[in-house]
């Protein structure tokens, strides 16, 4: 697959309660907490979306895929979740490349950034923001 060299992205961190979303830029390669979207159903998830690409005209979008920590990379059930919901992505958003990316730690991470700077709520925003962070940085190496 290759990568766009420049446009809107829009990175997600799947949850059957809350989806965090983030955005960012290729170009510039920062990554912003944006929203988190309560999974109420698949059309109402599916519409904040659709609102988000046509508002920030999204090229892409990077979906992180929550692999296992042991070697073998055995798909688990959220794995199998997440993939459901990515088919429902590419079909509905044809004109939108996706991704998935390695999004292993994100939420501990977020959960360490939070304690930090003393923010609450759920953490799924800051997830997605480092899920998009890391894909950013990894383009830039």
Known sequence: MEILQKGKVLAIDYGKKRIGVA?????????????????????YVLGEISK?????????????????????????????????????????FKDVEIALFDERLSSFEAEQLMSEYKIEGPDDLYAAQIILQRFFNKLKA
């Open 23 to 43: 955005s960012g830029d290729i170009e510039m390669g920062i990554a912003f907490p944006r929203v988190v979207i309560q999974n109420k159903s698949l059309p």
């Open 52 to 92: 988000m690409c046509k508002d920030l005209d999204v090229k892409m979008m990077v979906i992180g895929l929550p692999l296992s920590m042991q070697e073998d990379q055995r798909e688990n059930r959220i794995m199998k979740d997440v993939k459901t919901f990515v088919d429902t992505l590419t079909a509905t």
